[in-house]
């Protein structure tokens, strides 16, 4: 059985390719219909964008406090 994806899984992706491949519905035999499969798949595709801007800002964030830093000296 799959592992099933978490956003800590985000620090793997570099590429949109790798976002399609990590992507995986440990129940995807188990849902009622093909729909509800599609929906949990786009929900953790859309947790793992979130978590990906989530990062991206922080380091944005990070990089802003350094070169202040070195400016003010």
Known sequence: ?????????????????????????KRQSWRANSSKARRRQRRYKNRLTNELARMYIGSIGENDETI??????
């Not at 592992?3 to 949109?16: K, N, S």
């Open 1 to 25: 059985m799959a592992r099933r994806t978490r956003e800590a899984d985000a620090e793997l992706i570099e590429t949109v390719d790798d976002l399609e491949e990590l992507v995986q519905d």
């Open 68 to 73: 202040v830093s070195t400016t003010n000296n």
